[in-house]
């Protein structure tokens, strides 16, 4: 399967609407929407109080309370970086 990366519009009903010609042969495509979120620096609406956070049950006693009292991850954390150091420092590279 071959990924194309462009750009779109989704209009007031709801239909795609791709801004750029595609110079692909016809024939069905799966479409994949990935639409920015919002940052709360940009919002300019008022905050409204944030919802509890959803708990994660663990099967295991053991780890109960790990997700509750862990910190949040930074927005800018990149899992596969993450897994890169780790490999590095595990293999001495």
Do not use: C
């Amino acid at each position: 399967m071959q990924a194309y990366k462009l750009n779109a519009t989704i209009d007031e009903l709801g239909h795609l609407i791709i801004d750029e010609p595609l110079n692909i042969a016809p024939g069905k495509v799966e479409v994949i929407i990935l639409q920015p979120v919002p940052s709360l620096e940009n919002s300019t609406t008022p905050t409204e109080s944030q919802p509890e956070k959803p708990r994660r049950k663990s099967k295991v006693k053991a780890f109960e309370g790990l997700f509750e009292n862990a910190p949040p991850t930074p927005p800018d954390f990149d899992p596969d970086q993450a897994r890169w150091e780790a490999l590095k420092e595990k293999h001495n590279l």
